[in-house]
């Protein structure tokens, strides 16, 4: 399943990709990152999302038999920070729905995430917690500088209820302002 999302034609495809909900998640200091690489999967244990590491970025969305739910939504953050939410049609290609710009290998490891762990796509910047959201299991991803999530960006969140593309306040907390239900 990993090899399916190599590569740059995925961003180009998705990055050519949130209805504010009023949802506020603050971000906390991870303990330590998990090293992620191009080619890794990241599993939020307990849920149907997965998160593929890409040299460029990293894309999550819901899977059943290792494949895309066909009409389920999924997000993308990129290294030059763009974000895009996508939609997969039923022969699970995803089809962009918003995205939102920034201003300023070979691995096919499974990697299970639990609640409080963080990973980190080796060479960048890009931070991807699995943390509580509401109750429910979430990915959320964002640019981090060493206080957390930068200030004026924008982040990535997907469970199995939602999708959400949030903007990183001032105050490092995000606002969601682009969000999608999940079928």
Known sequence: MPGRWRGSQTFLLVGALLTAAGVSIASAAPAAFIAVRDGDVVDLVGTKVVCAAQRDGMLCFQVRREKPIAGSFGVA????????????????????VA??????????????????????????????????????PTVYCSSDDAKGPIPGTHAVLINDRMAAIGRVEKSRRTTIVVLRRQP
Do not use: E
């Open 99 to 136: 995205r939102r710009p920034q201003g300023a290998g070979l691995s096919t490891r499974l990697i299970p995430l639990r609640i409080g762990q963080v990973t980190r796509l080796a060479g960048t910047r890009l931070d991807c917690a699995a943390v509580a959201s509401q109750g429910r």
């Open 77 to 96: 953050i990129h290294r030059d920070r763009r974000t895009v939410l996508f939609r997969f049609d039923a022969a699970g290609r995803p089809k962009m």
